[in-house]
Antibody, heavy 117, light 112 residues
């Protein structure tokens, strides 16, 4: 059974940092693109970033470029999102999903990031 | 960025009746490989989103056949042939032909 489990969310002050993790199981992680998508409280969905299976190619939405870094450890079946210079408008539930933008057949349960002073 | 516009934003439906959600894109979603990367997602209350339809009309595994997707170019539709109580939630279209991928605003389906 495919499972994606996010962790690492929490409350952080503006300008702070957080590192999110997504633990994958039930499939060959190293074969798949992986992605992060977010949802602000009570709002719609927004694409954040994705990463190629080998980790060599990464893409970001403009609003997080230069502040967020997506990475992966295929030996640990894990996906990461390093978030720096956090802003209030980064407050959201962050989901990892299997695949590139063309994927999305499996999602995690999400982890809440709250940016507030 | 491509703008995805869904209508209606709120959809009250009687149980057993059909429902239809429209999604229009500001640009054609036909990719250079000939595919159209338009997906539909369902988000039930308190749950993560779940993909229902990919590439316009392909149903994901486990998705009831009362859900169907259609359309082409810039105009797409998700139809539910007979609404059941478990269909309550918010439905999103999403285009993945262009960068960055973008979602519609969501359509909230409720039971009348």
């Amino acid at each position: 059974e495919v499972q994606l489990v996010e962790s690492g969310g929490g409350l952080v002050q503006p300008g702070g940092s957080l590192r999110l993790s997504c633990a994958a199981s039930g499939f060959t992680f190293s074969d798949y693109w992986m992605s992060w998508v977010r949802q602000a409280p009570g709002k719609g969905l927004e694409w954040v970033a994705n990463i190629k299976p080998g980790g060599s190619e990464k893409s970001y939405v403009d609003s997080v470029k230069g502040r967020f870094t997506i990475s992966r450890d295929n030996a640990k079946n894990s996906l990461y999102l390093q978030m720096n210079s956090l802003r209030v408008d980064d407050t959201a539930v962050y989901y990892c999903w299997r695949g590139s933008a063309w994927g999305g057949d499996y999602w995690g349960q999400g982890t809440l990031v709250s940016v507030s002073s | 960025d491509v703008v995805m516009t869904q209508s209606p934003l709120s959809l009250p439906v009687t149980l057993g009746q059909p429902a239809s959600i429209s999604c229009r894109s500001s640009q054609s979603l036909v990719y250079s490989d000939g595919n159209t990367y338009l997906n539909w997602f369902q988000q039930r209350p308190g749950q993560s989103p779940r993909r229902l339809i990919y590439k316009v009309s392909n149903r994901d595994s486990g998705v009831p056949d009362r859900f169907s997707g259609s359309g082409s170019g810039t105009d797409f539709t998700l139809k539910i042939s007979r609404v059941e109580a478990e269909d309550v939630g918010v439905y999103y279209c999403m285009e993945a032909t262009h960068w960055p991928p973008t979602f519609g605003q969501g359509t909230r389906l409720e039971i009348k």
